[in-house]
């Protein structure tokens, strides 16, 4: 079956731009996670949607970035007024019940320039 | 204190070397751990989840330690292709739900 998909896969922003960042999980999946990981660093937790509980926004670094799941399903990540210290990949990742494995996506490679 | 911590490494191990990794978490409520493998410029994949009675998956084998909270992997002859990052995730019961926490990952390299 289909796996986690992201897109765009590679994204080239102007500095002060706002991008929009797009994850569609597999079917059924409930979890819906946002990373991110810088050049060489490990994951950095961004957001959490579990079912239609209030998302966690714990790991959100300012207020620029912002999150939404649509109906259960598609997530956009949305950072407003690029900074070059934005450039990561973005991960989404998806999993379908407490205890279940995560499945990531391949990714979206942000470079603002 | 980081929820996950790992030693970040590298490890450098000959090939066919027996390579051994840990992880603490801090949070005692953590219900489920597993083991991930991230390949340069990858996303992450689970390699293997960890029980409390210790598991075995080919060369690789997890294992639970509750009271002392940490968790290790253990890679018995080391392959080439067991060059990646190894990142250990804890799951853990938030008002929200669950949550998986990663650590930063433990880079391996095997060598001729």
């Known amino acids: 079956g289909a796996g986690v998909s992201q897109s765009p896969s590679n994204k080239v922003t102007e500095k002060g731009k706002d991008v929009e960042l797009r994850c569609d999980p597999i079917?059924?999946?409930?979890?819906l996670y946002w990373y991110r990981q810088s050049l060489g660093q490990g994951l950095e937790f961004l957001i959490y949607?579990?079912?239609?509980?209030?998302?966690?926004k714990s790991g959100l670094p300012s207020d620029r970035f912002s999150a939404e799941r649509t109906g259960g399903s598609v997530s956009t990540l949305t950072i407003q007024r690029t900074q070059q210290e934005d450039s990561a990949v973005y991960l989404c990742?998806?999993?379908?019940?407490?205890?279940?494995?995560?499945?990531f996506g391949p990714g979206t490679r942000l470079l603002v320039l | 204190r980081k929820e996950v911590e790992q030693d970040p490494g590298p490890f450098n191990v000959p090939e066919g070397a027996t390579v051994a990794f840990n992880c603490t978490y801090s949070n005692s409520a953590s219900q489920s751990f597993f083991w991930y493998r991230q390949d340069c410029r990858k996303e992450p994949k689970l390699l293997m989840s960890?029980?409390?009675s210790g598991n075995e998956d080919g060369r690789f084998t997890a294992q639970l330690n509750r009271a002392s909270q940490y968790i290790s992997l253990l890679i018995r002859d080391s392959k080439l292709s067991d060059s990646a990052t190894y990142l250990c995730v804890v799951d853990i019961l938030t008002g929200g739900g669950n949550k998986l926490t990663f650590g930063t990952g433990t880079q391996l390299k095997v060598e001729l």
């Open positions: 079917s059924g999946h409930t979890a």
């Open positions: 960890v029980y409390s």
């Open positions: 949607f579990q079912g239609n509980s209030a998302p966690d």
């Open positions: 990742a998806t999993k379908r019940d407490r205890g279940e494995t995560q499945y």
